[in-house]
């Protein structure tokens, strides 16, 4: 089982560059204490124009730890210091989700669908995700994600990784149009309602 934190940065107008910078310097600090962690911005559908910083860990204990190095941490204080006393963007997070199925991968172009799925259904949901890993192909990496603490809780974040955008466009073509994977999507929309769709592309 893996356990992702997220953390959501809404730059204030003409902050980008700034919020990419600290997001970098950031996500550094992040794996020099011992997170797998990687900063993105969301570039298509859902929360464009967002900086997102996503980290991995093993466990629970694993995060536990690491969140608990990042207090005391001169670096991440300083990096915390800046934004208090000169904000460039509006933060959220962290938030804290679990992966259900699949495995972590270095793909720096991320298709995330978001359902809402009442817990009566989750297995139900689950049980379909083999399918739709089968349905986009072996290049295309998939994960999915449940909520352990965040605003929407009964939320099922889908995750396909590809290589880049143009990728993204083949795999777009050749398969999110097929029968195969529209078959999925309407297996799933018996258990769940789509209510979010978006890329994100890795920039740290």
């Given at each position: 089982m893996f356990v992702i934190s997220r953390r959501i940065l809404i730059p204030h107008a003409g902050q980008e560059a700034v919020?990419?910078?600290?997001?970098?310097?950031?996500?550094?600090?992040?794996?020099?204490?011992?997170?797998?962690?990687?900063a993105t911005k969301v570039i298509m559908g859902a929360?464009?124009?967002?900086?997102?910083?996503?980290?991995?860990?093993?466990?629970?204990?694993?995060?536990?730890?690491?969140?608990?190095?990042?207090?005391?941490?001169?670096?991440?204080?300083?990096l915390r210091t800046e934004q208090a006393e000169h904000p460039a963007a509006e933060v959220h997070?962290?938030?804290?989700?679990?992966?259900?199925?699949?495995?972590?991968s270095t793909k720096t172009v991320l298709v995330q669908r978001s359902y809402s799925v009442s817990r009566d259904k989750l297995h139900a949901a689950i049980e379909l995700l083999p399918e739709?890993?089968?349905?986009?192909?072996?290049?295309?990496?998939?994960?999915?994600?449940?909520?352990?603490?965040?605003?929407?809780?009964?939320?099922?974040?889908?995750?396909?990784?590809?290589d880049?955008?143009?990728?993204?466009?083949?795999?777009?073509d050749e398969f999110a149009m097929a029968p195969a994977f529209q078959a999925v999507v309407v297996k799933a929309a018996a258990i769940g309602t789509l209510i979010q769709a978006r890329v994100l592309q890795v920039i740290a």
């Open positions: 919020v990419i910078d600290r997001s970098r310097r950031y996500v550094a600090a992040m794996n020099r204490l011992g997170a797998h962690a990687r929360d464009a124009g967002h900086i997102e910083v996503f980290a991995r860990y093993n466990d629970f204990k694993h995060g536990s730890g690491a969140f608990q190095s990042f207090a005391g941490d001169a670096e991440m204080g300083a997070g962290p938030y804290v989700y679990r992966y259900i199925f699949g495995e972590p739709a890993k089968a349905a986009v192909g072996p290049d295309t990496a998939m994960t999915a994600a449940v909520p352990v603490f965040a605003p929407e809780m009964d939320h099922l974040i889908m995750t396909y990784g590809v880049d955008l143009d990728h993204l466009g083949v795999v777009m």
